[in-house]
């Protein structure tokens, strides 16, 4: 899911997330905790998502291009609409269990980096070229939730 208006963002995407989200699941190990389990169709993965979107919101860092939340199994890949030449901040969260790759295309775009999914904010300073692709790809056995958000800087 991605979501290009900032006002959407704080209104809606969190709600659509959630939706989307809800309408298929991962499976947990089923320990019975929201971090672990996402078995349970609904509210686990619409906790974890929550809990995604609300880590981005509390270190936003300038106008926001584009954001979005996708299940850890999903991945992210997007090709957001930036200006050649320009800076932007690139914030990234996983939360759930094992970690994701973060990946660039073309390689001098931002830095390849691990992801964990323990819910810190992975930050990154990009600087754009045309296209930019990113790539977030969840480790075999991953589970949660991923969420990001592009800001201009």
Not at 106 to 117: F, I, L, Q, W, Y
């Amino acid at each position: 899911m991605t979501c290009s208006n900032p006002r959407a963002w704080l209104a809606g995407c969190a709600v659509a997330a959630s939706a989307i989200l809800l309408t298929s699941c991962t499976s947990g190990s089923g320990d019975g905790k929201a971090s672990k389990d996402l078995s349970s169709p609904g509210s686990s993965e619409k906790k974890l998502t929550e809990q995604a979107l609300a880590a981005l919101g509390a270190v936003h860092s300038g106008k926001m291009v584009e954001a979005g939340s996708e299940r850890v199994i999903d991945g992210i890949h997007t090709e957001p609409s930036l200006s050649e030449g320009r800076t932007y901040r690139l914030n990234l969260v996983c939360v759930g269990n094992g970690s994701a790759r973060l990946t660039f295309t073309p390689a001098t775009t931002g830095t390849d980096t691990e992801v964990p999914c323990d819910q810190s904010v992975v930050r990154q300073r990009i600087t754009a070229h045309r296209p930019v692709r990113v790539d977030v790809d969840g480790a075999k056995g991953s589970t949660g939730v991923l969420a990001w958000r592009i800001d201009a800087i």
